[in-house]
């Protein structure tokens, strides 16, 4: 199956804070998500975006399909930032995977 | 989006028990999945769930230890048979809605002593 990386693995910020957050994949994909599990458990889709970029408040995110990563910006961070942040990816020759994830602690 | 509710939101249950966790969606939907999120690890699918057809598992994850039901479009329900304390996970319920983009019950905390 498809190989999704995600880096870095642990990522502590001082509120106010700008961050970027990669996900690598292995293969040509036609889905990636981005989401957001909060310290609560509860699992937030931030972005689907298999290519470009989108920009939702102060998250964006950039996938370059061709060269098989994409990218999640935090600006100006918050406490409510704090969380783990998975990337997903999978496409029409393989299944839906989740990266291992990102743990982000927003100190205030 | 999808509004998805799940329950119950934690337990805690004796070896050897069993505990069944339900899922409802707000809309009909073909596809239900289930997902495993062991202690610090990310998640990992153990079924897909058509209503009028047996669950398709993934591999590592067999019938006879997590029996699903899909009697309609916007319920599942999910069986977690026998538990030992390894089962301690939250399990997660997600459906699909327009292009493959997944949403997320709350999860179910689940503790085995």
């Known amino acids: 199956g498809i190989q999704v990386e995600q880096s870095p693995p642990d990522l502590i910020l001082q509120e106010g804070a700008n961050s970027t957050l990669r996900c690598n994949f292995s293969d040509s994909v036609n889905n990636l998500q981005w989401f957001h599990q909060n310290p609560w458990g509860q699992l937030i889709n931030l972005f689907y975006i298999p290519s470009g970029t989108k920009q939702n408040g102060r998250l964006s995110a950039t996938t370059v399909a061709t060269e098989r990563y994409s990218l999640l910006y935090i600006s100006s961070s918050q406490t409510t930032d704090s969380g783990v942040y998975f990337c997903?990816?999978?496409?029409?020759?393989?299944?839906?995977?989740f990266g291992k994830g990102t743990l982000l602690t927003v100190n205030p | 989006s999808a509004v998805i509710s799940q329950k119950p939101s934690r337990d805690i249950c004796q070896r050897g028990t069993s505990l069944t966790i339900q899922c409802q969606v707000d809309s009909q939907v073909t596809m239900m999945f289930w997902y495993r999120q062991q202690p610090g690890q990310s998640l990992t699918l153990i079924a897909t769930?058509?209503?009028?057809?047996?669950?398709?598992?993934e591999s590592g994850f067999v019938i006879d230890k997590f029996p699903i039901s899909r009697p309609n479009l916007t319920f599942s329900t999910l069986t977690v048979s026998n538990m030992s304390p390894e089962d301690s996970s939250i399990y997660l319920c997600s459906v699909e809605r327009g292009r493959g983009k997944l949403f997320f019950g709350s999860g179910t905390q689940l503790s085995v002593l």
């Open positions: 769930a058509n209503q009028g057809s047996e669950a398709t598992y």
């Open positions: 997903l990816s999978g496409g029409s020759n393989y299944k839906l995977t």
